[in-house]
T-cell receptor, first 113, second 116 residues
Framework: AQSVTQPDIHITVSEGASLELRCNYS??????LFWYVQSPGQGLQLLLK??????LVQGIKGFEAEFKRSQSSFNLRKPSVHWSDAAEYFC???????????FGKGTRLHILP | GAGVSQSPRYKVAKRGQDVALRCDPI?????LFWYQQALGQGPEFLTY????????KSGLPSDRFFAERPEGSVSTLKIQRTQQEDSAVYLC??????????????FGEGSRLTVL
C-alpha cells in the first residue's frame, strides 16, 4: 500500500530565508503527488501537484517541488518565505485507478520575524 | 456556494450519542470524499463517492460510521454511539473528477467533533 512520510514535524525559518520541506513516498508505480497547505481555521488548499512530465513543478504562492524517482521524494521549496507562510503543510500521494489520496502527517512551519 | 460547505462547524456530543455531519460539495462536482483528521495528524481517508455510488468505504473505522449521498450532491456522515476516540475534525472534499484523472480536491473547513 502507498504511504507518505514527512520526517520533520516542525520547521522554523526566518522570514526571507529559503525553505525546503521533505516528503518521501512509498509506492511501486509512478504516483500522483500533491502538496497541500492548511492555515489555522481554514480548509486544506492545494499548492501544487505532479502527475507526469517535467519533474519540477511550480505552484501557487511561489512554491515549487521536485519529483525525484530515484529517491522516492517530492520535496517542497520556496526561495524566500513570508510570515504569511506559517501553516501546516501536507504531502499526499494518489495512485492511478484509485480515487483516494493518502496524506502524510504534516510539517508545521514557523516563521521568525 | 462557491466552495465546499460543512455543517456544523463544531459539535459536542456525549459518549453514546449519534451525530450527523453534513457536506455540501461544489455544485457539479461528481466526486466526494470524507477524511478524519485527529489532533496533530494528517487527514485519514474514510470513504469516497462518485455521484451517489459509494465506491470505497475501506477507511471507515467501524460499523458505527455510515455515509450516504442519496442524490449525488449533499452527503451526510453519521456516527452512531459516539466514543471518545471519534473526537476529530471531519473533512469533506469534492472534485470535478476522480483524483486519478487529474482532479483536484477542494476541501471544506471541516466539522470538529468533540465527544465527552
Amino acid at each position: 500500500a502507498q504511504s507518505v512520510t514527512q520526517p520533520d514535524i516542525h520547521i522554523t525559518v526566518s522570514e526571507g530565508a529559503s525553505l525546503e520541506l521533505r516528503c518521501n513516498y512509498s509506492y511501486g508505480a509512478t504516483p500522483y503527488l500533491f502538496w497541500y497547505v492548511q492555515s489555522p481555521g481554514q480548509g486544506l488548499q492545494l499548492l501544487l501537484k505532479y502527475f507526469s512530465g517535467d519533474t519540477l513543478v511550480q505552484g501557487i504562492k511561489g512554491f515549487e517541488a521536485e519529483f525525484k524517482r530515484s529517491q522516492s521524494s517530492f520535496n517542497l521549496r520556496k526561495p524566500s518565505v513570508h510570515w504569511s507562510d506559517a501553516a501546516e503543510y501536507f504531502c499526499a500521494v494518489g495512485v492511478l485507478r484509485d480515487d483516494k489520496i493518502i496524506f502524510g502527517k504534516g510539517t508545521r512551519l514557523h516563521i521568525l520575524p | 456556494g462557491a466552495g465546499v460547505s460543512q455543517s456544523p462547524r463544531y459539535k459536542v456530543a456525549k459518549r453514546g450519542q449519534d451525530v450527523a455531519l453534513r457536506c455540501d460539495p461544489i455544485s457539479g462536482h461528481v466526486s466526494l470524499f470524507w477524511y478524519q483528521q485527529a489532533l496533530g495528524q494528517g487527514p485519514e481517508f474514510l470513504t469516497y463517492f462518485q455521484n451517489e455510488a459509494q465506491l470505497d468505504k475501506s477507511g471507515l473505522p467501524s460499523d458505527r460510521f455510515f455515509a450516504e449521498r442519496p442524490e449525488g450532491s449533499v452527503s451526510t456522515l453519521k456516527i452512531q454511539r459516539t466514543q471518545q476516540e471519534d473526537s476529530a475534525v471531519y473533512l469533506c472534499a469534492s472534485s470535478s473528477q476522480g483524483t486519478g484523472n487529474t482532479g483536484e480536491l477542494f476541501f471544506g473547513e471541516g466539522s470538529r467533533l468533540t465527544v465527552l
